[in-house]
């Protein structure tokens, strides 16, 4: 048996001394981190100590600091929501002082003197109110808008008129929630509440830039993009219209698809799809809506051969940019223009014919007559709303037909007799009883009787009907009213006369004396804003002039004021008591966050304390290993 010799290798001085170095070094590193997690308090000090744990830090600490914007915009909504609450009960406090002085003063035992000086209270209390309605917190009008900067509510000779838009305030309180912190002072206040809505689709021509988001569609649904499937009866193909912004891309995604020879042009209000006479033509949807929005689906068997598919109507909606000679189908509107009273002021209102709707718009809106016009909410057509309270809004021709045509004449052959009088209406006399007797200037009577009438056309037509064409009824071409014009030729006097105790003669504006062989009657069909003001202000002047009847209808309207502003103020206790609870739920979120964070980035005292220390004793350790094995004689510099 052969004994193998052992190899022994010599350990260099120079490695062992590295060694040594490199265990000491690595011991005095992993003693400074300690040191510094125990000195911040922190186990994370830069990003490469613990990429993941890192990357997850900045996360959360973005999240705490996103919150941190969602909860300082819920505290100024709170603070802001709060001064409204206590503001709407100064209100109707208010409105109740006025309600009770109203209610003091309907008994017959009440003197005239007793009322004027009430009149003087409701004054004071009316004067109050106009202050509040201009309050501000923080900078900001309460009951103003979006904006801020405009104050709400302002005072002139026909009545209190306000400035804002109705876009209240609001912002983000988490990452899907827009919530309105202010009170629409219009809807609070009852501005804008006389509205003149436009009774005429004022249906835009159809054009290739039409953009699709400015149609209703076939199905008043707008239009749905997608794929449709297009077929002559021979070829078929899949054509993807979901590019597409505006008419003029669809027909041209169309005709690309070359679909045998099937073209795709705009007609009328809709698209027509036309082949040769050989091709059936054939479209349906894929999967969606998108060929019966744009009206051009057609039966699964075709349109058959030869026919052309000739879309229904996509119903382009008026917006801004249409050209005022694109309306009514491409018929345009009278240039005459329109004149616009609204309580001592009148002006005469005009536009460019080659202008567009937005001209139109601000024609009327900068005329300083207290009044906002705007294209209506299904896009078809024009509103005209009175933001003054107090005045009575009347819209007429300027000797054309220009109110008419674009529906906004408030005096008008469709209008309901319900409408006029501040909607009291046209009281009758009823059951085939005379309302009232015109005397022709030749001595000619005729009784006319208005059971059964409920527009002003049928107006016009009992009166031709019962005079024979002696005295024609018409509307005035310009301003508003009913026009009477007597064609007899006679040397008397032309007169309308009440007859059983009916009302019907002057509120229809008919008691006017002649001129000439002419009654112009006056225009009774004035649209008003009945809010706060314009019911307090009623309420004054009933008082001043001792009527009874006046006192009551504005003890009415008060009242419904006050049951407004009531629901207000529970709307905005509902959303303040939604803002506590979202606080709460966000508090409980960054404590929940917070602790996650802090098990992440914190350090843990009694586990680095107690690693500092093994550390400290490994290091120790190290110098003295070191020492003893560096300890070099002379003798380890001998071979």
């Known amino acids: 048996m052969s004994v193998l010799p052992v190899g022994l290798s010599r350990v260099s001085n120079l490695l062992q001394s590295e060694a040594t170095t490199q265990s000491v070094d690595g011991l005095q590193s992993q003693l400074a981190t300690v040191e510094q997690q125990l000195s911040t308090g922190l186990a994370i000090s830069q990003p490469s100590d613990n990429p993941a744990a890192a990357s997850m830090i900045m996360q959360l600490n973005q999240t705490l600091n996103v919150r941190q914007t969602y909860a300082s915009n819920m505290n100024s909504a709170s603070s802001m929501l709060g001064e409204t609450d206590s503001t709407l009960g100064d209100l109707t406090t208010l409105l109740q002082q006025a309600q009770t002085t109203a209610s003091a003063n309907v008994g017959t035992g009440v003197t005239a003197s007793e009322r004027n000086s009430a009149a003087t209270v409701v004054q004071s209390v009316y004067n109050q109110i106009l202050s509040i309605a201009n309050q501000t917190y923080n900078g900001q009008y309460l009951f103003g808008d979006d904006g801020g900067q405009t104050q709400p509510f302002t005072e002139s000779a026909n009545g209190v008129l306000y400035n804002g838009t109705g876009q209240t305030l609001s912002n983000l309180d988490d990452d899907n929630t827009l919530l309105s912190y202010q009170v629409d002072g219009a809807t609070l206040f009852g501005s804008l509440t006389g509205q003149v809505a436009g009774a005429t689709d004022l249906a835009p021509t ?43 891309d669809v027909v041209n995604l169309i005709n690309n698809a070359a679909v045998g020879s099937i073209t795709a042009s705009v007609s009328g209000n809709g698209i027509t799809l036309t082949g040769t006479g050989s091709e059936n033509i054939t479209v349906t949807d894929v999967g969606g809506t998108t ?31 249409t050209p005022v000679a694109d309306l009514r189908g491409g018929a345009g ?34 005329a300083g007559l207290g009044v906002t016009a705007q294209i209506n909410s299904a896009g078809t057509g024009i509103n005209v709303l009175n933001a003054t ?32 009088n501040d909607g009291n209406g046209v009281q009758t006399a009823g059951a085939s009883t005379p309302d009232f007797q015109i005397t022709a200037s030749n001595g000619s009577t005729f009784n006319v009787t208005l059971n059964g009438a409920a527009t002003v056309q049928d107006v016009l037509t009992d009166i031709n009907t019962a005079t024979g064409g002696a005295v024609t009824a ?59 003001f314009a019911n307090l202000s009623k309420l004054v002047t009933a008082l001043q002039t001792n009527d009874i009847d006046g006192i009551t209808a504005a003890s009415q309207g008060i009242t ?11 709307q905005t206790g509902a959303i303040e008591q939604e803002l506590q609870e979202r606080q709460t ?37 190290s110098y003295e290993t070191a020492s003893r094995s560096l300890g070099l004689s002379l003798l380890d510099f001998l071979d």
């Open 206 to 248: 159809l054009s290739a830039t039409t953009r699709l988001t400015d149609v209703s569609g076939a199905q008043n649904q707008g239009v749905r993009l997608g794929s449709v499937q297009i077929s002559d009866g021979t070829v078929t193909k899949t054509v993807d219209l979901s590019s597409a912004s505006s008419v003029g």
């Open 291 to 321: 060929a019966a929005d744009l009206g051009i689906a057609t039966p699964s068997t075709g349109e058959g051969t030869g026919n052309p598919d000739v879309g229904s109507s996509i119903n382009p909606k008026v917006t801004l940019l």
């Open 333 to 366: 509107i009278d240039n005459s223009g329109i004149i616009i009273t609204n309580g001592q002021s009148t002006k005469t209102i005009t536009w460019s014919p080659t202008g567009t709707v937005q001209d139109v718009l601000n024609a009327i809106n900068g």
């Open 389 to 420: 309270q107090g005045t009575d809004l009347q819209i007429g021709e300027n000797g054309g037909s220009t109110a008419t045509e674009l529906g906004i004449r408030t005096f008008d052959t469709n209008t309901p007799l319900t409408q006029l």
């Open 474 to 532: 018409t509307l005035a071409t310009t301003g508003n009213g009913i026009v009477l014009t007597d064609t007899t030729g006679g040397g008397g006097t032309l007169t309308v006369t009440p007859e059983n105790n009916s009302t019907a003669a002057s509120e229809l504006g008919l008691t006017a004396a002649a001129s000439g062989n002419t009654i112009t009657g006056t225009d009774t069909s004035g649209v008003a804003s009945n809010g706060i």
């Open 560 to 570: 419904n004021d006050m049951q407004r502003v009531s629901q207000t103020q529970g």
């Open 585 to 621: 739920q966000l508090t409980q979120e960054n404590e929940t966050t917070q602790s996650f964070l802090s098990q992440l980035q914190d350090t843990n005292m009694t586990q680095a304390i107690t690693q500092y220390q093994q550390l400290q004793t490994a290091l120790e350790a």
